[in-house]
């Protein structure tokens, strides 16, 4: 039967007609041509989408936005092409439309204007061929904010640097293409921008983002070697908590492993040699606290020993054996000692 069929081909032409959904919109925003001489056209043979006086229409405005814009009137042709993405959303044009709007927002500092236009772009027209070239103008756009550039308001007025609008551009950015070369530049980024503004557990967590889902990018490496040093940064010194120290030991550790052939080596390398000092100095305060302040030699010992694990061969090492030998010498004192004879009570009587 047909009916038959048509449902045992069923799965192959839902994947041709989601084919002609996802790359239909490309082929049309390709043969759109601009020419000084000729003005908008389309070439190929593909229709507008729009019939009639409303296609003459909306090729009057899209010409009319561009000669504005070769003008150097970029407020006028901003209105034109926003006039084309609101009256004929579904036409050739519109996409083009939202793509000159961010570009000429862009030149007039306002970043985050430009950023929305190039959205909407995604938003609605997500199989338009300018989809990589748009994600490369946000990811632009994102990197202006995050070196300090100021967005204007009404393309006039300079206000704030605000990198945490970068932040959020990159987010954006990862979520529009989490595939595409931008998605890890956006990541590394962004924990740039944290580190700046002063977040350095928001740059952790970014960070740790990057080498768990772009395992093998090649800012990998250097995601590592900022994890490391970024938890270095939270250490305050050998009186308190070490997990910072701990876990920066443990990415330059990876680091080294993992890469030892990049440049970063070395810096590794003195990286952990600092951390490790700093964690086994931590356990020579706390054996010092017992030693000295309580008299108790066995919980002593034990953090001692670990400062020598943790950093052997070293001044911090050989300090901790001193005072091992120390514990042994009084230990021993102790126990040939003989203890002192207990005075006989004298009871009086009368």
């Not at 729009?50 to 814009?69: I, Q, Y």
């Not at 199989?127 to 990197?143: C, G, H, L, P, T």
């Not at 590394?188 to 889902?213: K, T, Y």
């Amino acid at each position: 039967m047909v009916t038959d069929r048509v449902m045992r081909h069923y799965p192959f032409l839902l994947l041709v007609a989601l084919t002609c959904l996802l790359f239909g919109p490309a082929r049309l925003a390709a043969d759109l041509v601009w020419s000084p001489q000729t003005g908008w056209r389309i070439e190929g043979g593909v229709l507008t989408g729009l019939t009639g006086n409303e296609a003459r229409t909306a090729l009057d405005l899209m010409n009319k936005a561009r000669s504005a814009e070769d003008a150097g009137s970029l407020r006028r042709a901003i209105r034109a092409y926003t006039k084309v993405t609101k009256k004929y959303p579904n036409s050739i044009y519109a996409p083009e439309a939202f793509f000159r709007i961010g570009m000429l927002r862009e030149k007039r500092h306002q970043y985050f204007k430009a950023f929305d236009a190039l959205q909407e772009l995604v938003r609605k027209y997500p199989s338009s061929e300018k989809f990589s070239q748009v994600i490369a103008e946000q990811y632009r756009i994102a990197n202006l904010l995050l070196e300090g550039k100021r967005n204007y308001m009404w393309g006039i007025i300079p206000g704030f640097r605000d990198r945490s609008k970068a932040v959020d551009f990159y987010e954006q950015i990862i979520t529009n293409a989490p595939y595409s070369d931008y998605a890890s530049l956006s990541l590394m980024n962004a924990a740039r921008a944290h580190q700046i503004l002063g977040n350095p557990e928001e740059a952790i967590d970014v960070l740790d983002r990057m080498i768990n889902f772009y395992p093998k990018s090649v800012l990998t490496p250097d995601a590592y070697l900022k994890l490391a040093q970024t938890h270095a940064s939270l250490v305050e010194g050998a009186y308190y908590d070490q997990a910072s120290t701990k876990e920066a030991i443990t990415y330059y550790e990876d680091y080294l492993i993992l890469f030892p052939n990049e440049a970063g080596v070395a810096t590794a390398e003195k990286g952990v040699t600092d951390m490790k000092r700093v964690f086994a100095e931590s356990k020579i305060k706390i054996a010092d606290f017992y030693y000295l302040k309580r008299s108790n030699f066995k919980a002593a010992r034990v953090f001692y020993n670990e400062a020598i694990t943790i950093f052997p061969d070293s001044d911090v090492a050989a300090n901790a054996k001193q005072r091992l030998a120390e514990i042994d010498a009084r230990e021993q004192k102790l126990t040939t000692t003989p203890a002192p004879e207990k005075k006989k009570k004298r009871f009086l009587l009368f």
